[in-house]
């Protein structure tokens, strides 16, 4: 696959490591604090029957929305593509974090509700990494073209890239759903 073998997507998925590396190594140097995350409250909300599935519903959809937006402006404004790594880099923490933290938190249960959490957390870091990879790509090929005196049809360049926005951001949205309420079942489950 030409995704998989370019040094873009290497460069995210080095992004995504060292992002996870450093949360990890961040619980470790707070783990002796309390510690509660948005994750070991989500857990709790759920065990005691007290989630509130429609606020955590827009909450969440507000917030992968609002980070696929960003990356994608950042492929617009081609300076700014490079912070869309750095994104890459704070979603490698959260996880790090997250998992780190869970685990500590919940002991053997920990294990089954962060590998839970897991499959919604990885989808979404997928779905930003691809929108990560068009969006500096598509800062690429534009800045290449503007140093060139090149021209290219910036119309249908601009509706591919829309496009690939849009249904980036539908998987989101549909991730959203699939989080709230299929692995909040399984969670409540695993109790």
Known sequence: MKLIKSRIFRILMVALLIGFSLGVISFLILKNKSIKTDYINYINLINNGKYNYIN?????????????????IFGILFIFSILSIFLIIFKGISLGFMISSVIYTFGIKGLLYSLILCLNSVL?????????????????????AYRNNRQINYKSFFSNYFYI????????????????YICSNIIKFVV
Do not use: A, M, P
């Open 56 to 72: 955590g519903l827009v909450k969440s959809i507000f917030y992968n929305l609002r980070y696929s937006f960003f990356i994608w």
């Open 124 to 144: 979404n870091i997928i779905v930003f990494i691809l929108l990560s990879y068009y969006s500096i790509n598509f800062s690429i090929k534009s800045y290449n």
């Open 165 to 180: 926005y849009i249904i980036l951001s539908i998987i989101l949205v549909l991730s959203s759903v699939f989080e709230i």
